[in-house]
């Protein structure tokens, strides 16, 4: 299957140092560089520029400081007081206060207990302040601690955070329907990761099918559900599941990433949805920008004429 095929390169050549070196020289650059199509840049003022901007076209948003693996404590606190300077910056800016973020930044390989602590310290200062925080889906190796601390958090109430589930992995539709009992808040995603068979779909068709399922479980049962994705079916469907059950198009939201498809993210404003674009922005952009390659090689292309454009 070529999306399996080129996750899985993809994914190879993320840890390549020497194309690493290429593309931090060139990707971020020029305005025109080829990472800035996907990352909003390495300051967070110009991602609350980059915000500012999608908020112009009547959407909303949601920023996210990139970074994650954190290899030791010291990483993952100065990843945490990173985040406490974005709140300030952002809530001195005026755009919407809502935040993502993954665990593995604030110290999950390292230790549990640091990154429960780094994480309510996000909170308390997010919280009062009107933030939402989104916690990321990382790879399958860190679900079930992700919705472990998720959970702990939202039962020692803090109800200003959200979750992600992937529609690849076999156990999410059991995760959705425990959370969407909570009363919490899910993003669904169809899953950026390579994942082995044991754990999860390995057919786009079955990731599809089961995003599906999910779609209508989440906008029926869920909370404020987040839909977030790309896929023309996957979003004609959810409208025409919340029209026929009428869900208000105030109780869910479309969530797509910064760069992919504005075409798409422009209809769906003009037609009276709500949706919120996902903006990366920070020095630690590579991972997250192979992810965005892996997923559609045609932006391979895009890369190497830009690389080949600046060079000349
Ligand atoms: C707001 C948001 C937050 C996310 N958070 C997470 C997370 O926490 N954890 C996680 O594992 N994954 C996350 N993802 C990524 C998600 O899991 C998918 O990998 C990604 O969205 C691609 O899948 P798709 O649903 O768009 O559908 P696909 O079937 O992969 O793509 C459908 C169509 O969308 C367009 N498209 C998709 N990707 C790209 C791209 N990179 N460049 C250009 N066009 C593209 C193409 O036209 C494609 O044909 C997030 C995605 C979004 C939108």
């Given at each position: 299957?070529?999306?399996?095929?080129?996750?899985?390169?993809?994914?190879?050549?993320?840890?390549?140092?020497?194309?690493?070196?290429?593309?931090?020289r060139y990707g971020m650059r020029k305005p025109s560089s080829f990472a800035?199509?996907?990352i909003a840049g390495e300051t967070v003022a110009e991602a609350i520029e980059a915000a500012r901007a999608v908020e112009a076209r009547g959407m909303k948003i949601t920023l996210d400081l990139l970074g994650e693996s954190s290899r030791n404590l010291a990483e993952a606190e100065a990843a945490t007081r990173a985040y406490l300077a974005v709140i300030e910056a952002i809530t001195r800016s005026g755009i919407e206060r809502n935040l993502?973020?993954?665990?593995?930044?604030?110290?999950?390989?390292?230790?549990k207990a640091s990154t429960i602590d780094n994480l309510r310290k996000i909170l308390e200062i997010a919280g009062p302040a009107g933030f939402f925080v989104r916690i990321d889906m990382e790879d399958s190796a860190y679900t079930a601690v992700t919705l472990e601390i998720f959970e702990?958090?939202?039962?020692?109430?803090?109800?200003?955070?959200?979750?992600?589930?992937?529609?690849?992995?076999?156990?999410?539709?059991?995760?959705?329907?425990?959370?969407?009992?909570?009363?919490?808040?899910?993003?669904?995603?169809?899953g950026a990761y390579m994942e082995p068979k044991s754990v999860a779909h390995q057919e786009k068709a079955d990731v599809d099918a089961a995003y599906a399922r999910?779609?209508?479980?989440?906008i029926t049962d869920g909370h404020d559900a987040a839909?977030?994705?790309?896929?023309?079916?996957?979003?004609?469907?959810?409208?025409?599941?919340?029209?026929?059950?009428?869900?208000a198009a105030d109780r869910f939201e479309f969530q797509m990433l910064y760069g992919v498809r504005r075409d798409l993210q422009a209809m769906l404003v003009a037609a009276g949805y709500r949706v919120r674009v996902y903006i990366p922005f920070g020095r630690q952009w590579f991972p997250y920008f192979m992810r965005r390659l892996g997923e559609?090689?045609?932006?391979?292309?895009?890369?190497?004429?830009?690389?080949?454009?600046?060079?000349?």
């Amino acid at each position: 299957m070529l999306g399996r095929a080129s996750k899985t390169l993809f994914h190879l050549v993320a840890r390549s140092g020497t194309l690493k070196k290429l593309a931090s020289r060139y990707g971020m650059r020029k305005p025109s560089s080829f990472a800035r199509r996907f990352i909003a840049g390495e300051t967070v003022a110009e991602a609350i520029e980059a915000a500012r901007a999608v908020e112009a076209r009547g959407m909303k948003i949601t920023l996210d400081l990139l970074g994650e693996s954190s290899r030791n404590l010291a990483e993952a606190e100065a990843a945490t007081r990173a985040y406490l300077a974005v709140i300030e910056a952002i809530t001195r800016s005026g755009i919407e206060r809502n935040l993502s973020l993954k665990l593995t930044q604030l110290g999950l390989d390292v230790d549990k207990a640091s990154t429960i602590d780094n994480l309510r310290k996000i909170l308390e200062i997010a919280g009062p302040a009107g933030f939402f925080v989104r916690i990321d889906m990382e790879d399958s190796a860190y679900t079930a601690v992700t919705l472990e601390i998720f959970e702990t958090l939202w039962r020692h109430g803090y109800r200003q955070i959200g979750v992600v589930l992937q529609s690849a992995l076999y156990r999410s539709e059991q995760d959705l329907q425990r959370i969407n009992e909570l009363g919490a808040r899910v993003r669904l995603v169809k899953g950026a990761y390579m994942e082995p068979k044991s754990v999860a779909h390995q057919e786009k068709a079955d990731v599809d099918a089961a995003y599906a399922r999910m779609m209508k479980m989440l906008i029926t049962d869920g909370h404020d559900a987040a839909i977030a994705t790309h896929d023309p079916a996957m979003i004609d469907l959810a409208r025409q599941w919340a029209r026929h059950h009428d869900v208000a198009a105030d109780r869910f939201e479309f969530q797509m990433l910064y760069g992919v498809r504005r075409d798409l993210q422009a209809m769906l404003v003009a037609a009276g949805y709500r949706v919120r674009v996902y903006i990366p922005f920070g020095r630690q952009w590579f991972p997250y920008f192979m992810r965005r390659l892996g997923e559609r090689p045609a932006n391979v292309m895009f890369v190497i004429r830009n690389i080949l454009g600046e060079r000349g």
